[in-house]
């Protein structure tokens, strides 16, 4: 009668230690899908000011600001879509999922802050395909 019990003290031992460091990997990955998205909202906030900044900057050639709009509204929808075909069966891909999305996001959100940049800073002056890029 005593072996049963310790035996079932063991068991019930083990499922609370499992159990408990179930909860533990799911408010770590709980955590982990946060920031991943807090990281890409980041990311998002600095495309943006970018963009305003050549909206800005580009003011005076109404001709580029025309085709800079349609061209980052295409940029959002081809973003959108790169999305969906990485992860193309939203919750299959288990718990880290958001975070795995946002990740990727981020990701093409900064690529995409590097190439409008180049408005901003401008190229080397003499580069003879600068096009509407200001030259330095």
Same mark, same amino acid.
């Given at each position: 009668?005593?072996?049963?019990?310790? +035996?079932? *003290? #063991?068991?019930? +031992?083990?499922?609370?230690?499992?159990?408990?460091?179930? #909860?533990?990997? !799911?408010?770590?990955?709980? !955590?982990?899908?946060?920031?991943?998205?807090?990281?890409? /909202?980041?990311? &998002?906030?600095?495309?943006?000011?970018?963009?305003?900044?050549?909206?800005?900057?580009? !003011?005076?050639?109404?001709?580029?600001?025309?085709?800079?709009?349609? !061209?980052? *509204?295409?940029?959002?929808?081809? *973003?959108?879509? /790169?999305? #969906?075909?990485?992860?193309? /069966? +939203?919750?299959?891909?288990?718990?880290?999922?958001?975070?795995?999305?946002?990740g990727y996001l981020e990701q093409? +959100?900064?690529? *995409?802050?590097?190439?409008?940049?180049?408005?901003?800073?401008?190229?080397? /002056? #003499? &580069?003879?395909?600068?096009?509407?890029?200001?030259?330095?």
């Open positions: 009668m005593e072996s049963h019990k310790n +035996t079932l *003290r #063991g068991i019930l +031992t083990v499922i609370i230690i499992a159990l408990s460091s179930y #909860g533990t990997f !799911a408010q770590s990955q709980t !955590a982990a899908n946060i920031q991943a998205g807090s990281s890409y /909202e980041k990311a &998002d906030r600095e495309l943006n000011l970018v963009y305003k900044q050549i909206l800005i900057d580009y !003011a005076k050639q109404p001709l580029f600001i025309k085709k800079f709009k349609i !061209a980052q *509204r295409l940029w959002v929808q081809l *973003r959108n879509a /790169e999305l #969906g075909a990485k992860f193309p /069966e +939203t919750g299959s891909y288990g718990s880290a999922q958001p975070m795995c999305k946002s093409l +959100t900064r690529e *995409r802050t590097k190439f409008l940049r180049v408005w901003l800073t401008g190229i080397q /002056e #003499g &580069d003879v395909c600068s096009g509407s890029v200001k030259t330095k």
